[in-house]
Structure formats: C-alpha cells, structure tokens
C-alpha cells in the first residue's frame, strides 16, 4: 500500500461545481502539502501545513482551500472549479526531523474541468 | 523568493549516450537540494539529493550530481542511459532557513526521451 494516498485519482467535473481532493498518508509526518502540476510549468505550491492548527499559503493559493483533518490527514478543495485549474494536483508530506526537507509524493489525482 | 532554472526543457538522446540535466538556483545561503525523476503515468520519486558533505552525489540507477557552490548548479549526470530512463525530471531545491522546510521549489522539468 502506498504511504502517501490520493483520493479521487482521476475527475472530471463542470464549471462552477465544488470538488475536493483528499490525501492520507501512514508515514507519521507532521508536515503536508498540496502541488499543481503543468505541463512545461513543473510543480507549483498550493498550501502546505505544518500540523494540524498551522496552515499556510503557497505560491498559487487562490481559488483554493484546505483543511487540516487530523496530522495524516489534508484535503484540497476548489469551491468553484474553473477550466484552468485542469491539472494534475500532488499531495506530498515531510519529516519535521529531517532538515532536508525530502519530500514524499502521493501518486497524484487528475482533475479535468469542463 | 528561491527559483529555480533547468535549461533544458527536452532532451532526446539515444540509448548507452550520457547524459547532463543543468540545473540552476538563485538562493545563496545554506541550501539542500534534489534530483525527482517521474516516469509516465507514475508520482514523483526520489533520485538523489544533496544536503552536505561530499559534493558528488549519487543516487538510484546509476543517475549521479555535483553540487558547486560556486556556480549554484546541481547538474544530473548519467554515463551510459536507457531507454527505461525516459521520464520527466526535476530538479528542486530547499532554502533551509533554520525554520524548518516550507516546501520545496521546482524547476520546470527536463522530459527525458530515449530512442532505442
């Protein structure tokens, strides 16, 4: 089973419906995030959180939200999905110990927006 | 803010050449830094990664880097590829601030073809 899991893996949904991704992982990290991906554009950070009461904006945070569930729990929602966040959208965690800052990816979910 | 820069967006290459991925970033302080390779369909994994010591890494099948300080480059090298090296690849670095890491900053990716 995989440490980091992405729930849905793959959506497609219409303009202006709220949708929400979910992430889990088993790893016991404190530390969470959630990517974009773009063709020719790399990952971009959406949010991260520390722990459960610490939540923080990434570089393209709007027209996004999260919510911190419990410490191995992070969910990413879109209130009103627009067609240019089609992406495929990571959730990846970390270790507070480690200082490297290695990160640990989930296996990603593809969201299409009509 | 850190960027940072892979020069090379597509590479083609033919199977037992080498192979070098630039990589660039801006921030000069105390610095950790990655190598993530993402073969088709598949998450990002780890190919290496650099956080002090030795300033040759090396990582999983067969993929090495130099880190040089100097030139705040982190190139990825491999002597000989295979056609089962043909994936995406990302170079990201970490700009430890003492504060703990806030994620990490990616370029823009290398897509990695192997002709057989």
């Known amino acids: 089973d995989a440490d980091v899991t992405q729930t849905p893996r793959n959506r497609i949904t219409k303009t202006g419906k709220r949708i929400m991704l979910e992430c889990s992982q088993t790893k016991g990290h404190d530390r969470m995030y959630w990517y974009r991906q773009d063709p020719g554009l790399g990952l971009q950070l959406i949010y991260y959180?520390?722990?459960?009461?610490?939540?923080n904006k990434g570089e393209i945070s709007d027209g996004y939200s999260v919510s911190r569930q419990a410490q191995a729990k992070f969910s990413l929602s879109l209130e009103s999905a627009i067609p240019n966040q089609t992406a495929l959208y990571f959730c990846?965690?970390?270790?507070?110990?480690?200082?490297?800052?290695?990160?640990?990816f989930g296996e990603g979910s593809r969201l299409t927006v009509l | 803010a850190q960027s940072v820069s892979q020069h090379n967006h597509h590479v083609i290459l033919s199977e037992a050449a080498s192979l070098e991925l630039g990589c660039n970033y801006s921030?000069?302080?105390?610095?950790?830094l990655f190598w993530y390779v993402q073969y088709p369909g598949q998450h990002l994994q780890l190919l290496l990664k650099y956080f002090s010591g030795d300033p040759l890494v090396k990582g999983i099948k067969g993929f090495e880097a130099e880190f040089i300080k100097s030139k705040f480059s982190f190139n990825l090298r491999k002597p000989s590829v295979q056609w089962s090296d043909t994936a995406e690849y990302f170079c990201a670095v970490n700009s430890y601030s003492g504060g703990g890491a806030d994620g990490l900053t990616f370029g823009k990716g290398t897509h990695l073809i192997i002709q057989p």
């Open positions: 959180s520390f722990d459960v009461k610490d939540i």
């Open positions: 921030y000069g302080g105390t610095v950790n």
């Open positions: 990846a965690t970390s270790d507070r110990t480690k200082s490297t800052g290695e990160l640990f």
